[in-house]
């Protein structure tokens, strides 16, 4: 391991071939390498993980790499790829029993190359924020008996998905492409998450992935989708974005009841509150998906978030940007998990449910530009880490509720209504409407204790878990664009991130 170290011209040279060809582990990431693949390495025939990541590699792969007999775990990612060279191959079969191929973040063109449909080995496959144009192929269909990992993320990929890709696939990313077309139908998968994000997927609501009981993360966001989605039912769904596409018609009052995992995590509080910043940023562990992170990016008051980690015990709902009517199903008062809950950009009519007062781990809440009327319900003012929430562009009338949330909320949050008022509004619009002169006395001494109410609440929301969290996700990601460790194949754990996290 001389990861971290800079030896960029050695690297190259044959003198500088290790004394043994026995060496199983190799990791030379963030080396400084630049120029071509390190042709020393072709020698090492025993060789099982290679890790030339974070470098300035350039050229192709070469073919000879996938004839080295017991390669399993290779790692390429953020180099200066531009392609593969062909592997010499009988007949069309590789021996090459490669597991892991993790390969984003290149400058990979053209197509994806067929040979990849041959490492019948191939378990986890990562080749995302690169240039592949062209299709999927087809031959990807092959490999289902043993691919569990599909990342292409961030490619010009045209064309649909392949009918039987889905296989035994836990986790399908093929966001940020050019894909048309329906999304592929599999009754029995273990899919746990799937994201098809950014894309032009022309298709219905998927009801049929409710008979996927692992499914935890769908994000069919900025897609074509289309028709109605009530009747749906997710048990251990826990991420759910479908904004930006045109979901119509409405949801039956009892719509979330069988939505159990945003009810109860399963993980009781008292445990979560154990949860460290160690805990939480290694938390892969657990689960023994080893090399590769799943991650999700989302969106949250217009900022992208990319949960890499705390993707396990995230919970969110998006329906903005969607057709959708009638009342907000009474149910949604169920999810107690929610964090952060997304209505905005629909045609919802009617009130806003009181029984969102019960979802007491909200985080932010945006119901704005729908058509909802009555009062703000009073409950609202209870959730201590609601710290954001829009209600803009709605016919709301009555009080706003009190509690320091929404005082200290931005006024844009509540304009284009009916007829709201009250203190908290007031507070919330100080400086857009400066106070009338002779109430100035009376408002100062009111201020002053309601700032010492803000940093209290401030105090109390950093010493309790979920706003650790709030503030770890947003610190995460700052930093979380590269992974962060990997397990190497004796189990050890290397930690290669040399940026910080404030
Ligand atoms: C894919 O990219 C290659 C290289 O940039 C280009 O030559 C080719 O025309 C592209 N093919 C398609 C279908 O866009
Ligand atoms: C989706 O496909 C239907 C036909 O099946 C078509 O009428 C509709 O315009 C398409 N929607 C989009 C946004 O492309
Ligand atoms: C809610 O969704 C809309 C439309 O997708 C988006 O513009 C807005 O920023 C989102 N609100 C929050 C709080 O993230
Ligand atoms: C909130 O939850 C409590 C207990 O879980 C329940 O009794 C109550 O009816 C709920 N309130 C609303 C408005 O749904
Ligand atoms: C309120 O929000 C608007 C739009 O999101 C923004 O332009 C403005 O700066 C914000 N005002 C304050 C005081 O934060
Ligand atoms: C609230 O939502 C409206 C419309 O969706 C938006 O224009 C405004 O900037 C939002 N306010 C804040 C503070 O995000």
Not at 12 to 40: A, H, R
Not at 454 to 460: K, L, R
């Amino acid at each position: 391991d001389l990861s971290g170290n800079h030896f960029s011209a050695a690297a190259n040279k044959k003198s500088s071939v290790p004394p043994s060809q026995s060496l199983v582990y190799m990791d030379l990431s963030q080396c400084g390498i630049n120029g071509f693949f390190p042709e020393l390495l072709k020698t090492q025939q025993r060789l099982r993980t290679l890790d030339i990541s974070n470098n300035k590699i350039k050229g192709l792969v070469p073919g000879w790499l996938w004839m080295l007999p017991n390669l399993e775990n290779l790692e390429l990612s953020n180099n200066t790829f531009t392609g593969f060279e062909r592997p010499p191959s009988k007949h069309g079969l590789l021996l090459s029993h490669v597991r892991n191929f993790l390969g984003s973040n290149n400058n990979f063109t053209g197509e994806i190359p067929s040979f990849i449909c041959a490492l019948r080995s191939l378990s986890i496959l990562d080749l995302s924020r690169n240039n592949f144009n062209g299709s999927i192929p087809l031959c990807f269909g092959n490999l289902k008996s043993s691919l569990s990992v599909l990342n292409l993320r961030h490619n010009r990929l045209h064309g649909g998905l392949p009918e039987n890709i889905l296989g035994n696939l836990r986790s399908l990313d093929v966001g940020h492409n050019h894909l048309t077309g329906k999304l592929p139908r599999s009754l029995s998968s273990p899919l746990e998450i799937l994201n098809v994000e950014s894309n032009g997927i022309n298709d219905t609501f998927p009801f049929w992935l409710s008979c996927l009981t692992n499914l935890q993360v769908l994000v069919l966001r900025s897609n074509a989708f289309h028709g109605p989605i009530h009747q749906a039912s997710f048990p251990k769904l826990r991420i759910i974005d479908i904004s930006r596409n045109h979901f119509s018609g409405y949801l039956p009052t009892g719509y979330f009841v069988k939505w159990s995992a945003m009810s109860s995590l399963g993980t009781n509080r008292e445990d979560r509150s154990k949860v460290n910043y160690m805990d939480v940023k290694y938390m892969g562990d657990e689960v023994d998906y080893g090399y590769y992170h799943d991650s999700v990016v989302l969106m949250n008051r217009g900022l992208e978030m990319e949960l890499v980690t705390i993707l396990k015990i995230y919970t969110t709902l998006d329906f903005s940007g969607n057709e959708l009517e009638g009342e907000i199903p009474k149910s949604i008062g169920l999810l107690k998990e929610i964090r952060v809950l997304n209505l905005s950009n629909n045609g919802f009519t009617g009130r806003i449910p009181s029984s969102l007062g019960n979802l007491t781990a909200l985080e932010s809440l945006d119901v704005s530009r729908n058509k909802l009327s009555g009062e703000i319900p009073q409950e609202l003012g209870s959730l201590s880490y609601l710290a954001y929430m829009n209600f803009s562009h709605n016919q709301l009338v009555g009080p706003v509720p009190g509690g320091t949330q929404f005082g200290t909320q931005n006024c844009t949050s509540f304009e284009d209504n009916k007829g709201l008022f009250g203190p908290s509004l007031d507070e919330a619009c100080r400086d857009v409407h400066a106070p009338a002169s002779h109430k100035e006395d009376y408002e100062t001494t009111e201020t002053e204790g309601e700032e010492e109410e803000v940093v209290s609440w401030i105090a109390a929301a950093i010493g309790s878990v979920p706003g650790i969290v709030l503030g770890l996700t947003i610190g995460y990601v700052l930093t979380s664009h590269r992974p962060e460790w990997f397990v190497n194949p004796f189990g050890r754990k290397s930690r290669r991130s040399r940026s910080t996290t404030t």
